[in-house]
């Protein structure tokens, strides 16, 4: 557990951490003496804010006293340096051999880069939407290997008199006269 990639935390039943692992010590920029022994309301802030420290414990006292799991649930953290983290996160009880709970098992993941990135990637999608749909040039895109119209904005709508619902599907090569199919192929 010491030195997998991901973050290890083990909680005892009062939701007191007895375990971290170096991962989460290290994204997290504390010590094992910053955690150990401690509840989240203990730690936090500056490690959480309020509003997540009520959300996390209240799952953590819900988790412990009912021994369901959560999993790939996500949460803010404050990391090295002051850093906001975003964190995916799964946990389970653990028992002992007559099922009495213990306390939990939690293992974390930063996705801040996966977050990161599915942002940007968003915005990029919303800005070529915008530049498609609100261009006064007709545009079509195409399937090269198949010639399938795949998308079609308003101006190509126009210029060729089909709505976009007709022109998606259709072969590129039906837009042009049926004797040069060749010369635009």
Same mark, same amino acid.
Not at 60 to 66: F, G, V
Not at 80 to 87: P, S
């Given at each position: 557990?010491?030195?997998?990639?991901?973050?290890? &935390?083990?909680?005892?039943?009062? =939701?007191?951490?007895?375990?971290?692992?170096?991962?989460?010590? %290290?994204?997290?920029?504390?010590?094992?003496?910053?955690?150990?022994?401690?509840?989240?309301?203990?730690?936090?802030?500056?490690?959480?804010?309020?509003?997540?420290?009520?959300?996390?414990?209240?799952?953590?006292?819900?988790?412990?006293?009912?021994?369901?799991?959560?999993?790939?649930?996500? #949460?803010?953290?404050? =990391? %090295?340096?002051?850093?906001?983290?975003?964190?995916?996160?799964?946990?389970?009880?653990?028992?002992?051999?007559?099922?009495?709970?213990?306390?939990?098992?939690?293992?974390?993941?930063?996705?801040?880069?996966?977050?990161?990135?599915?942002?940007?990637?968003?915005?990029?999608?919303?800005?070529?939407?915008?530049?498609?749909?609100?261009?006064?040039? !007709?545009? #079509? &895109? !195409?399937?090269?290997?198949?010639?399938?119209?795949?998308?079609?904005?308003?101006?190509?709508?126009?210029?060729?008199?089909?709505?976009?619902?007709?022109?998606?599907? #259709?072969?590129?090569?039906?837009?042009?006269?049926?004797? %040069? !199919?060749?010369?635009?192929?």
């Amino acid at each position: 557990l010491k030195s997998i990639p991901d973050g290890v &935390v083990i909680l005892d039943t009062r =939701g007191r951490f007895v375990y971290a692992n170096s991962t989460t010590l %290290k994204k997290l920029g504390r010590r094992e003496k910053d955690l150990i022994g401690k509840t989240l309301s203990e730690i936090s802030p500056p490690f959480m804010s309020p509003a997540t420290v009520k959300i996390m414990s209240g799952r953590i006292k819900n988790r412990l006293e009912t021994g369901k799991s959560i999993t790939n649930a996500e #949460m803010e953290v404050l =990391g %090295k340096g002051g850093n906001l983290r975003q964190m995916s996160y799964s946990a389970s009880v653990v028992r002992d051999e007559k099922g009495k709970i213990l306390g939990e098992l939690v293992f974390l993941r930063d996705v801040t880069d996966i977050k990161r990135m599915q942002n940007s990637l968003k915005e990029a999608e919303e800005k070529y939407k915008a530049i498609f749909e609100k261009a006064y040039d !007709a545009i #079509m &895109v !195409a399937d090269v290997k198949t010639g399938a119209i795949i998308d079609a904005n308003k101006s190509a709508e126009k210029l060729v008199g089909r709505t976009r619902k007709e022109l998606i599907g #259709m072969n590129r090569l039906k837009l042009h006269p049926h004797k %040069k !199919a060749n010369y635009y192929k």
